[in-house]
Each structure stands twice: as C-alpha cells, then as structure tokens.
C-alpha cells in the first residue's frame, strides 16, 4: 500500500474521536415518540383557545334534547372553565322548558324501538378521534363532525373576550335534562367532559366525550326518524408578533390548568 494512502487512513482515524465527542446523538423513547403528535406551536403566540361540544337528539315527533359545553381561555382567563347551555326544543303547540328536572312525557304516537346493535366494548379503549354511527332502524340521520379553526391576530384585542353562556360546569359535576326526546346530562370528571343523551322509547343513544388526548363521538340507533348530531369545533388565534419572555411563562402557567380537567 502507498505511503499516501496509510496517511489518509491515519488521519481518519484520528478524526473520528474528535466528531464522536463534538455530535452525541439522543435517542428517544418510544413512550416520548409516542406523545409528540401533530404541530407545534409556541404558548406565547396563542391569543386565544377555544372548545365548543354540541350534541343533540331529535326524535320523530320534531322533540329535540341536547347540550352546548364550551370553554374559551384567553390572558385575562383565571383558570379553564366549561359553560354548559341546555337546548329544549319542542314541535309548534307543545310547551318548551329548559334546565334540569322533570319533562314532558314520551308523547303521543311514538313507537317504540325494536332494533338491536351488540358488541362494541373496544369502542371504550380507543385513542385520538373515534367517530362511530352503528344503526338498527330505518330513516335514521346521525352526523359527527370535528372542526380545527386557526386565525391570526396582531393584536389582543383582536380577539375580545366574550362573556360565558350557560352554567359553570365544576369539576366532577353533572348537569341533568329530559324532555319527550330523552334524557341528558353533562359531566366534568377528571378524565374530561362528556356530553351524553339516552332517547326515550328505546330509540337508542349518543355520547361524546373529550378526554385524556382523545375526542370519542359514538351514536347507537334502535329506533326509526331520529336525528342525532355530535359536533364539536377547536378554536385557536394565533398572534402575528412574537411575544416576550414573561408572556411565555404567563401563557404556559394557563394550559397548565387544563390538566386538573384531564386535558
């Protein structure tokens, strides 16, 4: 071998403790690679986050039951809160009333459900989005929809704070309903909140439920002429200037609280 080509590989083997020393790969964990999902954005550059849940249900008589759960965080937000407004619509001609307690009765003219869906337990282990409609009846319509709203703000105070509709929904409690449609109620626990309606006369049921990560909607019909809708929208302003340091730590200390609510 030439004089030269010893040298080159002399040099080379030099060189490689000095490249090991100065570049020290890291590798992740695959529970780490598990957690990172999606884009990210710094806190400091969200003016505001907002959550919006709708579910509703209709049955064949024109009765509606459901429930709007919304939370808005924003700089001047204290600590997360979700606001709950009930919906009680009833057809031209019958009483409609609102809020929890005794409602009307099934009505008249309505039939009972006969259908049957079994199995489903698995439903209950999923993670991420999971939209599920299983039917046992004719004329149904069931609609699961998930909207991510992004906008940009140069300002603050391009995105005013709206006061809160509806109730304050306190961790680990559970607002009520019913009316001829079915039974409602909305819970907050600490593994999220959830949004769940069980149709009178066996006509069946629907529950959406936000927690740990992950946005279940799953609807069950047994009966016929049922209208059911789970919705629920992400709202985020972004700032176009980039924020201080202290706005960073002030930002970051708000969705710190999301935790105590299980997000």
Do not use: H
């Not at 999606?38 to 806190?43: A, E, I, Q, S």
């Not at 039951?65 to 407004?85: H, L, R």
């Not at 009930?86 to 099934?106: L, V």
């Not at 009178?200 to 809708?229: D, F, Y």
């Amino acid at each position: 071998m030439k004089t030269s080509t010893w040298l080159a590989v002399v040099c080379l083997a030099a060189s490689l403790p000095t490249q090991a020393a100065t570049f020290k790969p890291i590798e992740l964990k695959d529970q780490e690679l598990a957690t990172l999902r999606g884009r990210f954005v710094m806190p400091g550059r969200i003016v505001s986050f907002g959550i919006v849940m709708t579910s509703t249900w209709q049955n064949a008589e024109g009765q509606l039951i459901g429930a709007t759960s919304a939370m808005k965080i924003q700089q001047s937000t204290i600590k997360p809160q979700f606001y709950v407004s009930m919906i009680d619509e009833k057809p031209a001609g019958q009483t409609s009333s609102q809020g929890s307690g005794s409602g009307s009765g099934a009505g008249t003219g309505s039939v009972t459900g006969t259908g049957t869906v079994t199995g489903g337990s698995g439903l209950n282990t999923t993670e991420g989005v999971t939209q599920v409609v299983r039917a046992a009846g004719d004329n149904n319509t069931a609609y699961n929809n998930v909207d991510i709203n992004v906008a940009k703000a140069s300002q603050v105070d391009q995105a005013p704070a709206t006061p809160p509709q509806g109730q304050a929904l306190a961790p680990g409690q559970t607002l009520v309903g019913n009316n001829g449609a079915g039974s409602l109620s909305v819970s907050s626990t600490g593994s999220g909140v959830q949004l769940n309606i069980v149709a009178n006369n066996n006509q069946g049921s629907t529950v959406q439920r936000l927690a740990q990560g992950g946005l279940m909607q799953n609807t069950t019909l047994l009966g016929s002429s049922n209208q059911v809708r789970n919705l629920t929208s992400l709202n985020v302003v972004l700032r176009d200037t980039v924020p201080t340091a202290g706005s960073l730590n002030g930002n970051l200390d708000q969705l710190k609280g999301l935790r105590t609510i299980g997000f």
